[in-house]
């Protein structure tokens, strides 16, 4: 009943969360606009608000069409419903010359229609359902009640989620409500059609483009980084101090059961250890030391798939009191997580029998890293065998806070998070953490397995100096083609396009007719890409779904014939030297799929 408590608080405090306050003019704006029908206008966008995050969780939770539609589908969705929005306050003329009203008079609907437009009912659901998608990754307790009540028990997971709901159109309401009591004492909108709503028009159409263009996301990073109220750790305290009484989903042990704190549990049965047993040798930080050092980690959230468990579900918390736990971020088609891989895979074969547990979170960046067949080939070709999870909603990744690939989590056998690092490099630093964190775990569970010494230095790993690599990433699709220049960035559909005589540094250059993408760029006959880098390797993500051979030369020599079919990363220039180079890459047939270049 507890959490009953805070679902509805946790509702409340979503309101004041970063992540919301950008897209509260959107809410207030559309109930103030009209002062004859202010109030009614509240409550119908704020209700719809709410059954849209209850809906829309519901469609998660028991739809797989919807599991695998990226998140930026919802954000343009949202964007474009505001910015129409926006244009209609700002252009009342919009309305009425939009065909399907025109069609409802043609079919002497008048009446309805004249009420239609007076109070644009309709208008205000879409406006509330819109907002629905965002709002529901703002709370903690949100992603709780969808990880761990839901799968477990639905009809309490429902309530807990309409609570959840109740509680943030409440708040919402008073907001709305205050607002609309300011206007009228000030009677800033006596003309509904005058420049009020046309101001709020305006507010519209600046919130719809930040949706779009992500800009609400770094000034919530900014309101942050400013010291303002973090409502998220609120909630993560709360969920604390409810650890024991929550419900625990199938895939996760009766002493975890929130995700964002996993510190209070105790040791698993059948381990006699506690946070008074003597440790013999070694000393150790107690549990409360811990605390006031580290973060608890989380567990894994709402996951989409599981390679090298059998088929079954894996968590973090299973493991607390028994192991360590190396999380290993990373996606396939990255080559700085497969220049980290070797280490990884090194470790588990060293340190598996030792008590340390490695799970590799696979976060797609393309859409063709969602597919669970993709992703199990290559496990497979990579050789990887510790338990691989689909994160492919990003789900435990935002629960981490993480932002990179690729990225190590090392949890020890209390749930903390004893070392993080970040991108390549630094293998040492790790597996000297792994050894400290493995030395705790036999001291305090009487293991007598010997340690192994020394660090790993695995074969096939590829050495970079990345002070002397001095071109970034590189993206063919529309939607961050920021190098592109010969063509129209950031833009969809066909291009004829050529090469000129004189190029620049990393400038990303195509000829022939290419057909742009979101996440790639096509070529539609023969066709070449150019583009001079200072690095010594080159890595291409690319595919062809009737498989395309490609000739590549080095600063104007024959250098190899690439074949190019599976979505994944190709290794195009291995080379000798760190330095400047011009790259060409001759494609002889059409239906070569380009999505990046990385270097090394």
């Not at 309305?95 to 229609?113: C, D, H, Q, Y």
């Not at 996760?252 to 698993?268: G, K, Q």
Request: aromatic share 12%; glycine share 8%; hydrophobic share 40%.
């Amino acid at each position: 009943m507890f959490l009953l408590f805070i679902s509805f608080i946790a509702g409340v405090l979503t309101v004041l969360a970063p992540c919301i306050l950008p897209l509260l003019p959107v809410i207030v704006g559309r109930s103030l606009t009209d002062p004859t029908v202010s109030r009614r206008r509240a409550f119908v966008v704020i209700l719809s608000l709410g059954l849209s995050v209850v809906v829309f969780t519901l469609i998660l939770k028991v739809s797989t069409l919807f599991l695998n539609v990226p998140q930026s589908f919802w954000t343009w969705l949202s964007g474009v419903i505001i910015f129409v929005f926006g244009l209609i306050m700002i252009f009342p003329g919009i309305w009425e010359s939009l065909p399907f009203t025109s069609a409802i008079n043609r079919k002497g609907n008048e009446v309805m229609m004249e009420g239609y437009q007076k109070n644009n009912f309709w208008g205000d659901v879409l406006v509330g359902a819109s907002l629905g998608p965002i709002f529901s990754a703002c709370s903690p307790t949100y992603f709780v009640i969808l990880a761990t009540v839901l799968p477990v028990k639905p009809a309490l997971g429902i309530v807990y989620l309409l609570v959840y709901a109740l509680g943030l159109c409440l708040a919402l309401l008073v907001v709305v409500l205050a607002g609309q009591h300011l206007m009228k004492r000030l009677n800033l909108a006596a003309d509904s059609h005058g420049w009020f709503k046309k101001i709020f028009g305006i507010i519209f159409i600046l919130v719809a483009l930040a949706i779009v263009t992500g800009f609400d996301k770094k000034l919530q990073i900014s309101i942050l980084n400013s010291g303002f109220f973090d409502v998220t750790k609120v909630e993560q305290k709360l969920l604390g101090s409810n650890e024991s009484t929550t419900p625990a989903s199938s895939t996760e042990s009766a002493d975890n059961t929130a995700p964002e704190d996993n510190s209070a549990a105790p040791a698993a049965p059948g381990n006699p250890v506690s946070a008074t047993t003597p440790i013999p040798g070694e000393k150790f930080p107690t549990p409360a030391e811990k605390a006031a050092k580290y973060q608890p980690a989380p567990d894994i959230i709402d996951p989409t798939g599981f390679i090298n468990t059998g088929g079954q579900p894996i968590s973090i918390s299973e493991f607390k009191g028994k192991k360590v736990v190396l999380v290993d971020i990373w996606t396939y088609s990255c080559i700085n997580c497969l220049r980290t891989l070797p280490y990884v895979e090194s470790w588990y074969d060293k340190y598996k029998d030792q008590g340390l547990q490695i799970i590799g979170l696979h976060d797609p960046e393309f859409s063709f890293e969602h597919v669970l067949a993709n992703v199990e080939d290559a496990v497979a070709r990579l050789g990887v065998k510790y338990p691989v999870v689909l994160d492919n909603d990003f789900a435990t990744w935002k629960a981490f806070g993480n932002q990179y690939w690729p990225r190590e989590y090392l949890i020890d056998m209390d749930g903390y998070i004893v070392h993080d690092h970040a991108g390549e490099g630094d293998y040492d630093d790790t597996e000297k953490a792994i050894q400290d964190a493995l030395r705790e775990l036999h001291a305090r569970t009487g293991s007598a397995a010997p340690m192994p010494t020394g660090v790993v230095n695995p074969s096939g790993t590829i050495p970079v100096d990345f002070n002397k690599v001095g071109s970034p990433e590189t993206y063919f699709g529309s939607e961050r083609n920021v190098y592109l220049a010969n063509g129209k960035q950031s833009k969809d559909g066909t291009q004829s396009l050529d090469v000129p005589a004189s190029i620049s540094g990393n400038s990303l250059y195509l000829g022939g007719q290419w057909n742009f993408v979101s996440e790639y760029a096509e070529n539609d006959g023969g066709g070449e890409i150019v583009y001079k880098y200072n690095a010594k390797n080159v890595y291409m993500v690319a595919s062809s779904d009737q498989g395309a051979d490609v000739d590549v030369y080095l600063d104007g020599v024959f250098y190899k014939t690439i074949h190019i079919q599976d979505q994944k990363l190709y290794d195009i220039i291995d080379g000798a030297d760190y330095g400047i180079h011009t790259l060409k890459i001759d494609i002889k047939s059409p239906g070569l799929k380009a999505y990046t270049f990385t270097f090394g």
